[in-house]
């Protein structure tokens, strides 16, 4: 032990310390290592597991995923044939043009 404080807190040396009127930080340091302790040999951990949140029901996801691929899927359907409908106007007035465009130079020459 380093030292204490005028509170009742006592400093170690590993840099560790105690509250010794209400012992509140050796309950954190105790839980801390139980938690650790569950990792234990553990390749990994997920966020849900490490914070305690439980397990997250997906169904409800999965169908709004499932929406949304649909009206996404519909607009780019809608998009496309619009596309379709403006080239098919523009290859109408290009060869409107080039039709008015030959017939001038047919009279010009």
């Keep these: 032990m380093i030292g204490t404080t005028s509170?009742?807190?006592?400093f170690f040396l590993d840099g560790t310390f105690?509250?010794?009127?209400?012992?509140?930080?050796n309950q954190e340091k105790r839980k801390a290592q139980l938690s650790l302790h569950k990792f234990?040999?553990?390749s990994s951990i997920s966020s849900s597991d490490l914070f305690g949140c439980?397990?997250?029901d997906d169904s409800n996801l999965d169908?709004?995923?499932a929406d949304l691929i649909n009206r996404i899927s519909f607009q780019a359907s809608q998009d496309l044939s619009s596309l379709k409908d403006?080239?098919?106007?523009?290859?109408?007035?290009?060869?409107?043009?080039?039709?008015?465009?030959?017939?001038d130079l047919d009279r010009i020459l």
């Design 86 to 103: 403006i080239a098919g106007e523009t290859g109408k007035k290009l060869t409107s043009f080039a039709s008015n465009f030959i017939s």
């Design 40 to 42: 234990a040999g553990s």
């Design 54 to 56: 439980p397990n997250v």
């Design 18 to 25: 105690s509250l010794n009127q209400t012992g509140t930080a």
């Design 7 to 10: 509170a009742g807190a006592s």
């Design 63 to 65: 169908l709004s995923a």
